[in-house]
């Protein structure tokens, strides 16, 4: 069973930093694609960063190109989500994500000062 | 990037009545679009795959259709449990993309 945990959700100031974690496990980690998605309040979801299994390959979502970076260390199974420059727009729930099927729990990053 | 267009934005029915929610794709997806519900609090739960493949322990009143760029959910006998909001996402190519999605009211 696939099982997918983020952790690094907190309050921070807007131009602070917050460094997201996703420990995987369950199926093969270095060979998926994974991704992080978001929920701020009251919105809808949106696509934030994938990263290929080998890392090769990175995309990011316009709203964060510049200010966030996504890593992950197949050693580990863990992805991760380096986040810089925190504006309040980025208030979110975060979701790691396998696939259309593989969500985590989400972790809630708050940018208020 | 690919442009999801979902409607309505909203809708209310009576526990029972069949509801249908569409999502357009600004260009040719194939069949690689999945259905969501979300409730506060909750991660999103998937509900079809491949636009039409119900995801194992759904109920088998959920069924989805279409294919290239034109989509539905349909819910064939609404229940109160079924009260939520309802997204479309297409992941056919990066960027993911998702419909605004439809709020769901149970009357």
């Known amino acids: 069973e696939v099982h997918l945990v983020e952790s690094g959700g907190g309050l921070v100031k807007p131009g602070g930093s917050l460094r997201l974690s996703c420990a995987a496990s369950?199926?093969?980690?270095?060979?998926?694609?994974m991704n992080w998605v978001r929920q701020a309040p009251g919105k809808g979801l949106e696509w934030v960063s994938s990263?290929?299994?080998?890392?090769?390959?990175?995309f990011y979502a316009d709203s964060v190109k510049g200010r966030f970076t996504i890593s992950r260390d197949n050693a580990k199974n863990s992805v991760y989500l380096q986040m810089n420059s925190l504006r309040a727009e980025d208030t979110a729930v975060y979701y790691c994500?396998?696939?259309?099927?593989?969500w985590g729990q989400g972790t809630l990053v708050t940018v208020s000062s | 990037d690919i442009q999801m267009t979902q409607s309505p934005s909203t809708l209310s029915a009576s526990v029972g009545d069949r509801v249908t929610i569409t999502c357009r794709a600004s260009q040719n997806i194939n069949n690689w679009l999945a259905w969501y519900q979300l409730k506060p609090g909750t991660a999103p739960r998937l509900l079809i795959y491949r636009a039409s493949s119900l995801e194992s322990g759904v109920p088998s009143r959920f069924s989805g259709s279409g294919s290239g760029t034109e989509f539905t959910l349909t819910i064939s006998s609404l229940q109160p449990d079924d009260s939520a909001t309802y997204h479309c996402q297409q992941y056919h190519s990066y960027p993911w993309t998702f419909g605004q999605g439809t709020k769901v009211e149970v009357k």
């Open positions: 994500v396998k696939d259309e099927a593989d």
């Open positions: 369950g199926f093969t980690f270095s060979i998926y694609t």
């Open positions: 990263i290929s299994g080998s890392g090769s390959y990175i």
